[in-house]
T-cell receptor, first 116, second 118 residues
Framework: GAVVSQHPSWVICKSGTSVKIECRSL??????MFWYRQFPKQSLMLMAT?????????EQGVEKDKFLINHASLTLSTLTVTSAHPEDSSFYIC????????????FGDGTRLSIL | AQKVTQAQTEISVVEKEDVTLDCVYE???????LFWYKQPPSGELVFLIR??????QNEISGRYSWNFQKSTSSFNFTITASQVVDSAVYFC???????????????FGTGTRLTIIP
């Protein structure tokens, strides 16, 4: 149980393109979803937290207009990197949690984004 | 502010040896949760354990064991009789249980890269 699917797993695109990443909880309802960014050999940095039906809460330094997050249902959240540039290249990971704060976050497989 | 420190950036041990991964945390919250996650080369994070701040009992799950010492703010992870499949980056993480439901942050350590040598 507690499977989180992330799609696509790998994206290579030209600078200026907008890229959408999907995060789905397959066998549970995710009241809260999280988006992280991970640079090579570094830890995960939280970008934003989203609750179903509400606007996402962004971490300091994360541009809301650059990284659009939508959490329209209890099983789907999307992250859109708008007008992506090479510096946006990174490993993006989503996680989902159901219920109370003491429940663990379950992570997707991640999306490797490369902007040429 | 919350902080998680994993002082060991890389560890290599020979297969079948025991290995302990250290984790030290800082928080002002009295109620919090500690986690360990495994990130194999494929990239996905695998949940290993959750421990709340009121439960200092150590836990054993197969070859894995965890030692939670509140007095030293440590939550160390030991792998017994290590295997090649244990090779991965291991992250310790902390979450404070604040009243603002839905906005609790999971603070990760920098991770320990464990290599098991056959």
């Amino acid at each position: 149980g507690a499977v989180v699917s992330q799609h696509p797993s790998w994206v290579i695109c030209k600078s200026g393109t907008s890229v959408k990443i999907e995060c789905r909880s397959l066998d549970f309802q995710a009241t809260t979803m999280f988006w992280y960014r991970q640079f090579p050999k570094q830890s995960l940095m939280l970008m934003a937290t989203s609750n179903e039906g509400s606007k996402a809460t962004y971490e300091q330094g994360v541009e809301k207009d650059k990284f659009l997050i939508n959490h329209a249902s209890l099983t789907l959240s999307t992250l859109t990197v708008t007008s992506a540039h090479p510096e946006d290249s990174s490993f993006y990971i989503c996680s989902a949690r159901t219920g109370n704060v003491d429940q663990p976050q379950h992570f997707g497989d991640g999306t490797r984004l490369s902007i040429l | 502010a919350q902080k998680v420190t994993q002082a060991q950036t890389e560890i290599s041990v020979v297969e079948k040896e025991d290995v302990t991964l250290d984790c030290v945390y800082e928080t002002r919250d009295t109620t919090y949760y500690l986690f360990w996650y495994k990130q194999p080369p494929s990239g996905e994070l695998v949940f290993l354990i959750r421990r709340n701040s009121f439960d200092e009992q150590n836990e054993i799950s197969g070859r894995y064991s965890w030692n939670f010492q509140k007095s030293t703010s440590s939550f160390n992870f030991t792998i017994t009789a290590s295997q090649v499949v244990d090779s991965a980056v291991y992250f310790c993480a902390l979450m404070a249980a604040r009243s603002n439901f839905g906005n609790e942050k999971l603070t990760f350590g920098t991770g320990t890269r464990l290599t098991i040598i056959p």
